[in-house]
């Protein structure tokens, strides 16, 4: 059974803790936004929420699988505002991940754990295409 560095499995918790923080910032924005945006902007709150729900159980799971304890501990939550502010919030949401995701990657390599790499590759993937999303809409 792989075992992770102490370095590795603290940055995986302040994943899934920002992880956590995005399920409920983007499952608020979506609830919020009702009867403020397109239809198209509330089904892309929705199902950004879905991916990060995803990304939280797979760091999760990832954690255990290393020997941690995944937390509990939510991070910061931006809500309220206007629809714009609810996307540029999202927006900069996504641009801390894209940069949490690329450091993260950097020490899974260092730590030599290869599925860790891909695990952060993939929602780093992702991250950048939410962030893309967000430009398009907020015409960046």
Do not use: C
Request: hydrophobic share 45%; proline share 4%.
């Amino acid at each position: 059974m792989p075992k992770g560095s102490a370095e590795l499995l603290k940055a995986l918790n302040e994943a899934l803790s920002e992880e956590l923080a995005s399920i409920i910032q983007y499952m608020y924005h979506h609830v919020m936004g009702q009867g403020m945006a397109s239809p198209a902007v509330l089904a892309m709150f929705k199902s950004h929420a879905m991916d990060e729900m995803g990304h939280a159980y797979a760091i999760a799971e990832r954690i255990d699988l290393l020997g941690g304890e995944p937390t509990a501990v939510v991070g910061p939550i931006k809500v309220g505002g206007d629809l714009k502010k609810m996307l540029q919030d999202d927006l900069d949401g996504e641009y801390r991940a894209i940069d949490m995701y690329g450091r993260y990657l950097k020490l899974a390599a260092k730590d030599d754990d290869p599925v860790t790499r891909r695990l952060l590759e993939e929602i780093l993937a992702t991250e950048e295409g939410h962030a893309n999303e967000w430009e398009a809409v907020l015409a960046k």
